[in-house]
């Protein structure tokens, strides 16, 4: 069965500070690869994805994201947060189905960003 | 906003009450998703449809919920006789799907935060 695992739950930086997210997904097939940001009271939000092609996948707001398929990876980095960046982070993988290349999501359980000003 | 659309945005009943959420997608999308997202966790698959099918169910899905998409359109959720487990955000999301035109993402709306007390 398909899964996700966010290793950090709480991460908390100050501004300018690197980040990096980590992603670690279990599946034997081909997958798709997402990360959603949540910021306080909106809506999830795509970042950037993965379907094929280049790994280092670069999104929205200067993030990016490398998939490593030996390490089952889909880590997330942003070289300098901003107090912005302060939001809930979800990695989440889908298969094809149906003759679809985007079927149902399967969520980490996501990543609450702190960045202080 | 001809995002996805949810309502209500919150909703506090007691238990033992019957409650329903409405859903109303991007007007080109023929999937519409609904997950659950409890307190730090993060959204989990409950049922999705294409156009009017209902394609899948999760397991999470007792028989006291159910779902519809009457015209393809809209979608509505119903929970019957609500638990105090039943408190959570519920999300519904779309996206276009066929053989010829991938579509590489599914938007979210802002979800419907069901309280059971």
């Known amino acids: 069965a398909q899964s996700v695992s966010q290793h950090n739950h709480h991460v908390i930086l100050s501004e300018a500070a690197s980040l990096e997210l980590g992603c670690n997904y279990s599946y034997g097939g081909t997958v798709n690869l997402f990360w959603y940001v949540q910021y306080p009271g909106q809506h999830l939000q795509l970042l950037l994805k993965?379907?094929?092609?280049?790994?280092l996948v670069k999104g929205i707001k200067g993030f990016e994201a490398e998939f490593i398929k030996s390490k089952f990876s889909f880590n997330l980095r942003k070289p300098s947060v901003q107090w912005s960046d302060t939001a809930e982070y979800f990695c989440?993988?889908?298969?094809?189905?149906?003759?679809?290349?985007?079927?149902?999501?399967?969520f980490g359980r996501g990543t609450q960003l702190t960045v202080w000003p | 906003d001809t995002g996805v659309s949810q309502n209500p945005r919150h909703k506090i009943t007691k238990r033992g009450q019957n409650v329903t959420f409405r859903c109303d997608p991007i007007s080109e999308h023929n999937r519409l998703y609904w997950y659950r997202q409890t307190l730090g966790q993060g959204p989990e698959f409950l049922t999705y449809f294409q156009n009017e099918a209902q394609l899948e169910k999760s397991r999470l899905l007792s028989d006291r919920f159910s779902a519809e998409r009457p015209k393809g359109s809209f979608s509505t959720l119903e929970i019957q006789r609500t638990e105090q487990g039943d408190s959570a955000m519920y999300l519904c999301a779309s996206s276009f799907s066929n053989r010829v035109r991938r579509n590489t993402e599914a938007f979210f709306g802002q979800g419907t935060r069901l309280t059971v007390v």
């Open positions: 993965y379907f094929s092609g280049d790994p």
């Open positions: 989440a993988l889908s298969v094809a189905d149906r003759g679809s290349t985007l079927g149902r999501l399967y």
